[in-house]
C-alpha cells in the first residue's frame, strides 16, 4: 500500500497559500488606500479552490476558437490571478479602495488563514501519529 501525502493532506495546502497571497494584495490595498488611481486588487478564494479540486461538478470547457475565453482564467502558472474590486462608491481620485472594506475583508482572511494553518497542522499530527502508532 503506498502512502500519498498529496492525497492525505487534500487541498489544505492549497488553502494556505491562496489565502496568503490573498492577504499580501489587501494589505497593498490598504497601505494604497491614499494613492491616487490606484485600483483595489482581491481573489476568488472559492473559484479558486474550486479550480485547484478539479472543478467540483463544472462540466470541462475547451476553446474551439482563438477569441474565446480561457476555461482555465483565475490561476497562472500555479499563481492566482487578482481580480479588480468593483468600488461602492466613485472616488474623484481614481482610487477603488475603500479602507473600511478592505480592513474587514483584511481581518476575516486573517482567521481564515489561522484557521486553515490549525487545520492543517491537526492533518499533518494525524497523519504523524498514524505512523507512529500511537492510536
Known amino acids: 500500500m503506498s502512502l500519498s501525502l498529496d492525497k492525505a493532506m487534500g487541498i489544505s495546502p492549497q488553502a494556505v497559500n491562496v489565502r496568503a497571497q490573498r492577504m499580501e494584495l489587501l494589505a497593498s490595498n490598504i497601505a494604497n488606500a491614499d494613492t491616487p488611481n490606484y485600483k483595489a486588487r482581491d481573489i476568488d478564494f472559492r473559484a479558486v479552490l474550486e479550480s485547484a479540486a478539479g472543478g467540483g461538478n463544472s462540466l470541462p470547457m475547451a476553446r474551439s476558437q482563438a477569441a474565446h475565453l480561457d476555461p482555465n482564467a483565475g490561476v497562472m502558472n500555479g499563481q492566482v490571478e487578482a481580480l479588480y474590486r468593483v468600488p461602492s462608491q466613485a472616488s474623484l ?40 502508532g500511537d492510536r
Not at 98 to 113: L, T, W
Open 93 to 132: 481620485d481614481g482610487n477603488t479602495v475603500d479602507p473600511q472594506m478592505e480592513r474587514a475583508a483584511f481581518a476575516e482572511n486573517a482567521v481564515q488563514y489561522q484557521s486553515s494553518l490549525e487545520f492543517l497542522n491537526r492533518r499533518v499530527s494525524g497523519i504523524r501519529e498514524a505512523l507512529r
